[in-house]
């Protein structure tokens, strides 16, 4: 048990690798490999002393099942790795090198789904059984990067996580975290070697940096919270459900205010269209005008991307075109079908967005998505403007499933009041009376408003349908129901997942 060691971890509040290891796997499922191994110092400590101070060399590892109260066997089998923070802080030394490209091997030849608890300093310097210049020929982390788009890979951490560890913590294609992480490229030691100053490791990456840069895509309040949240990932990945319950619909008919410039709030309608208790957001503190969340429709597994309406009025932002374009990526890779929710007046425009690279990052939602291979919908809420609006239906209208519209959507071109100022400058400006020229501008932003309403997009078959908001669902089952079936792989369908 090694007392004094669980001591410290009690002390600062966290778990033992095996007590995070035993609350994510089934019962009795834990096959460990490596048990016996010790750290490469038998030049430097007794046999004994590396038994008791350095067990499993920092590294657990073995086969186990996850979820197996849901899904079958065959569906819940996963390969789980945790560093142990009480040998030599985590650290990578050389056996538990060895180790790792073991377990690495091992699940890209039975293609399991893997969970790793990353917590640790990076490589360890003080291993002495082995000469060796700067051992960069490993084949460690080539093996882990070649899982990506392969198996499902969910990364955990809390503590400190830095160098090699966070490496192998942002290869994941999830990045799961607790309060008080710090996660870097390279720990305080580093930072200082490099001449950059001087800094303790709370100061390097902490989790108010990491959540709104996109590097954490789940924030947790701790380990119990993380294995609960790992294993909630995990099922979208395991199949569908049969137990499942769901809220009433007739709600979605008033979750759009009658007044069209009165904000909302787009995850409540998530919430209601999905199973309960079945949603799970990626990425909520960055890229905030867009928001990607896994759920369920009865059972089903489904990625869902959705205009959020209350930051920058839904307008598409280059970290929030990342953040959409990576998720879809993961969709399809792992065949989960997606919907679209669209309430945005467009791509970000402007001097100081273009300095972010605004074309590129954008165009990143168009290529994706155009190229998906996996069922998608488009259900467009309110706003449905110019090229961002396309952007959530693949590139058009007409390229999802179906693309359907509540009766409170509106769609143009460009925002319609900037429209009808681009349009008719020179008529207006020819206009002397001021009251006369706000006349006719209003006059013609409501006609453009009736033109551009769901009901006249319908009736010239730009979109497939203005329905019945209660009725979403349905529609949705529809289409799920009737999309034929992935197509079997040996191999995988990417050749990678974007870790950005």
């Known amino acids: 048990m090694r007392p004094d060691a669980v001591a410290r971890r009690r002390k600062t509040g966290h778990r033992t690798a095996r007590e995070n290891i035993a609350d994510l796997v089934d019962e009795g499922s834990f096959h460990e490999y490596g048990a016996f191994q010790v750290a490469a110092r038998r030049n430097r400590s007794t046999m004994e002393e590396l038994i008791d101070r350095t067990p499993a060399d920092g590294l657990i590892a073995g086969l186990a099942h996850i979820n197996g109260d849901t899904f079958a066997d065959e569906h819940s ?23 790792k490209d073991r377990m690495f091997a091992l699940t890209a030849e039975m293609k399991l789904p893997l969970v790793i608890f990353a917590e640790g300093g990076g490589g360890r310097p003080g291993d002495t059984d082995k000469f060796f210049s700067a051992d960069l020929h490993i084949p460690a982390f080539s093996l882990f990067a070649k899982l990506s788009g392969l198996v499902p ?27 008080g992480s710090n996660i870097g490229m390279g720990g305080p030691a580093m930072v200082e070697g490099g001449g950059l100053g001087v800094y303790t490791p709370d100061e390097v990456g902490p989790m ?9 895509d789940i924030a947790v309040k701790d380990e119990a919270e993380a294995v609960a949240v790992a294993k909630k990932y995990l099922s979208y ?6 137990d499942w319950t769901t809220r009433d619909q007739r709600w979605l008919r008033r979750a759009i205010p009658e007044n069209r410039l009165r904000v909302y709030e787009v995850r409540e309608v998530i919430e209601t269209l999905a199973d309960e208790d079945s949603v799970l957001e990626i990425r909520k503190d960055f890229g905030q005008c867009m928001i990607t969340s896994f759920a369920r429709i009865e059972g089903r597994p489904i990625g869902i991307v959705a205009n959020n309406p209350k930051h920058l009025g839904g307008a598409i932002d280059s970290p929030a075109a990342d953040k959409a374009a990576r998720f879809l990526q993961l969709c399809d890779a792992y065949d989960i079908p997606v919907l679209f929710l669209v309430d945005t007046p467009g791509n970000m425009v402007g001097p100081e967005y273009e300095k972010t690279a605004l074309v590129r990052h954008c165009c990143r939602v168009f290529v994706i ?8 919908f488009t259900v467009s809420l309110r706003k449905s403007y110019g090229l961002g609006a396309q952007g959530m239906a693949g590139g058009s209208f007409h390229a999802p499933y179906f693309s359907v519209a509540w009766p409170t959507a509106e769609f143009g071109g460009m925002g319609l ?31 453009m408003y009736d033109q551009g309403k769901a009901l006249s997009a319908a009736t010239n078959f730009e979109i ?37």
């Not at 890979?153 to 990045?175: E, H, K, P, Q």
């Not at 108010?208 to 954490?216: E, Y």
């Not at 998505?369 to 998608?376: L, T």
């Not at 529609?475 to 191999?491: E, F, I, Q, V």
């Open 208 to 216: 108010d940096v990491q959540t709104a840069s996109g590097v954490v």
């Open 77 to 99: 089998r996963a390969m789980v790795m945790s560093y142990d923070y009480t040998v030599l802080a985590g650290t990578q030394g050389f056996n538990n090198h060895h180790k």
């Open 417 to 447: 009041e900037g429209a009808v100022k681009l349009g008719y400058r020179n008529e207006l400006a020819a206009i002397e009376d001021t009251a006369e020229r706000l006349r006719v501008y209003e006059e013609k932003v409501a006609a």
């Open 153 to 179: 890979m969910v990364g955990i951490t809390t503590g400190r996580c830095f160098a090699g560890n966070a490496v192998l913590l942002g290869c994941c294609d999830v990045v799961i975290a607790t309060e």
């Open 369 to 376: 998505g155009a190229n998906m291979s996996v069922p998608f």
């Open 237 to 242: 990945f395991q199949g569908a459900t049969s």
């Open 464 to 500: 497939d349908n203005v329905i019945d908001p209660a009725d979403t669902r349905d529609w949705l089952l529809a289409g799920l129901r009737a999309s034929p079936p992935p197509k079997s792989r040996d191999g995988k369908k990417h050749s990678w997942i974007d870790t950005w």
